[in-house]
């Protein structure tokens, strides 16, 4: 008897089978199949003896990979398809480490336990791995290298785009609180000679950070953003905010109208979520809740928790990438 199937059951179970897309692009990574087709097709014999792998697993997990558009085949021979390029590293618009992390068991756990957060409202992560997610990452290295690497490489996908959208020419110094490894903060002041620049953040992050040949330009300060942060003309804070709650949220937002004057700017560059919003940014929010108990917020959102922190929005400012910069000033 044939299993008959509607188009609405066909589409659910295209939905609900996304975890077998990531897994088999986790394997085609992880395998070094997609870096053993960089530069020319392969067959699939050539692809068993240079990667070590079961040449009938291989075959119908290439054949999956067709499917979804991730591998071409011709003539005998797989290639990367346009698509798939982009789990190469070092090209343009590499999402390698990002689909390496996804991929990944900590990951996994962490979404496969949103049931938790779903009930408890506190994230994932903690809950399925046993300890809070940069513990986490600090502690085992084989994800936290690649965590790193991602968030350097998203950040100077997005700091161009940046740098380009906001004039920076009437500002003297700038702040960049929980500027990580500096990256964003090496583009501002590459692009504006004029600028003298803070980094801030924890001395465990500060350890690698990239700004040595600015010395004379920059001061590196660790400290902790629930306390207290550095004055500057113009402070900045990207990708920070989505990882906490609104509590926690607003004592970061108090902290940096303290140290503001009437003439100071806050820069706050994250996504916002549109009303009704994509995959892409739905995705976003619950991963931030997933793995910080963080979210990402509408501009809505945004606004109510400025003005409990007395600060206001100024302007919005769109950029090429998938981050908006927040221009706030003081209520």
């Not at 003297?172 to 500096?182: A, H, K, L, N």
Request: aromatic fraction near 10%; charge should be negative; glycine fraction near 6%.
């Amino acid at each position: 008897m044939e299993l008959s199937i509607n188009s609405a059951q066909e589409k659910m179970w295209k939905l609900a089978l996304g975890f077998a897309n990531t897994a088999v692009i986790y394997a085609l990574i992880k395998s070094e199949v997609v870096e053993e087709l960089r530069f020319d097709a392969k067959t699939l014999d050539e692809l068993v003896y240079a990667c070590g792998l079961n040449p009938d697993v291989l075959f119908r997990t290439l054949r999956f990979a067709e499917v979804i558009e991730v591998i071409t085949l011709q003539d005998g021979k797989y290639a990367l398809s346009d698509v798939g390029k982009l789990l190469l590293k070092d090209v343009p618009g590499s999402l390698y480490y990002g689909l390496l992390l996804a991929g990944s068991d900590p990951w996994q756990q962490a979404w496969h336990n949103l049931t938790y957060s779903l009930t408890i409202g506190e994230n994932a992560f903690e809950a399925a791995m046993g300890t809070p997610f940069y513990d986490y990452m600090n502690r085992f290295q084989q994800y936290g290298n690649p965590y790193n690497q991602w968030m350097t490489i998203s950040t100077k996908m997005s700091a161009n785009s940046i740098v380009e959208a906001y004039d920076f020419s009437t500002i003297m110094s700038v702040c960049d609180i929980g500027g990580g490894q500096g990256v964003l903060l090496q583009t501002l002041l590459e692009e504006n000679p004029h600028l003298q620049g803070i980094l801030f953040d924890q001395s465990s992050v500060l350890e690698t950070h990239i700004l040595a040949d600015l010395s004379d330009r920059v001061k590196v300060e660790a400290g902790n953003f629930f306390e207290k942060v550095p004055a500057a003309d113009l402070m900045i804070l990207k990708s920070v905010l989505h990882n906490w709650e609104d509590e926690k949220a607003l004592m970061i937002l108090n902290n940096c109208r303290e140290v503001m004057s009437p003439s100071s700017r806050l820069l706050i560059i994250e996504m916002i979520i549109d009303s009704p919003t994509d995959q892409i940014g739905a995705f976003y929010d619950l991963n931030m809740q997933v793995l910080f108990n963080g979210k990402e917020r509408t501009e809505e959102e945004f606004d109510g928790l400025l003005k409990q922190a007395n600060l206001q929005i100024k302007r919005i400012i769109p950029t090429k990438s998938l981050v908006k910069i927040i221009e706030v000033i003081l209520k």
